[in-house]
């Protein structure tokens, strides 16, 4: 089954303590991103990857950080999370910037 | 960049009316636009996507419309029945820098019995 698959689900920790949340997608896509969802504010895109060693910064990428050194995986590292950064957190594959992303089941990040 | 407006923020209609939902989108260079559905507590999920080289997408129930000139396109759902009720999502992406997709801040559509 085609699919993304994000990890953790949910999250609860504390401001400064590292984190990395995992992404891995099955479809073989080139393009992968990362956003976060808030409340009246839609999804925006946090980093994107269009190759392996290729990323580039999104929207809101302050404070983010992300790698690519296989194809299929594309991690969100948050090396010292802040209250500001509690949000979901969703990622998405693609075969292109404009085609149809598919997106993860999302984590939910809580930082006390 | 491209800013993307979304229209209204909230919307409620009985069922079997139709709902529409609008989006304005600032670059004219923009090419692609997608509708993504997202019920809740689940992810988005692309219903619907449209080129910059087509008016108009029909599928079943669901339209979109672009209008170029005026850079703004359009979510039509006919005969509304309540597993519609969702939160729906435009965005466009620019023509020159296509992974820079801007969504917009969402309608929450509520589809009454």
């Not at chain 1, 969100?76 to 993860?104: D, R, V």
């Amino acid at each position: 089954e085609a699919q993304v698959t994000q990890n953790p689900r949910y999250l609860i920790t504390v401001t400064g303590k590292k984190l990395t949340v995992t992404c891995s997608q099955n479809m073989n896509h080139e393009y992968m991103s990362w956003y976060r969802q808030d409340p009246g504010l839609g999804l925006r895109q946090i980093y994107y990857s269009m190759n392996v060693e290729v990323t580039d910064k999104g929207d809101v990428p302050e404070g983010y950080k992300v790698s690519r050194k296989e194809k299929r995986n594309f991690p969100l590292i948050l090396e010292s999370p802040s209250p500001n950064q509690t949000s979901l957190y969703f990622c998405a594959s693609s075969l292109g910037g404009s085609q149809p992303q598919h997106f993860g089941d999302g984590t939910r990040l809580s930082i006390l | 960049g491209e800013n993307v407006e979304q229209h209204p923020s909230t919307l409620s209609v009985q069922e079997g009316d139709s709902a529409v939902i609008k989006c304005t989108y600032s670059d004219s260079a923009s090419n692609y636009f997608p509708w993504y559905k997202q019920e809740l507590g689940k992810r988005p999920q692309l219903i619907i996507d449209i080129r910059s080289n087509v008016g108009e997408k029909k599928d079943q129930r669901i339209a979109v419309t672009l209008n170029k000139t005026a850079k703004h396109f359009s979510l039509h759902i006919t005969e509304t029945q309540p597993e519609d009720s969702a939160v729906y999502f435009c965005a466009a992406t620019p023509l020159y820098n296509n992974n820079d997709m801007r969504f917009g801040a969402g309608t929450r559509l509520t589809v009454k019995p």
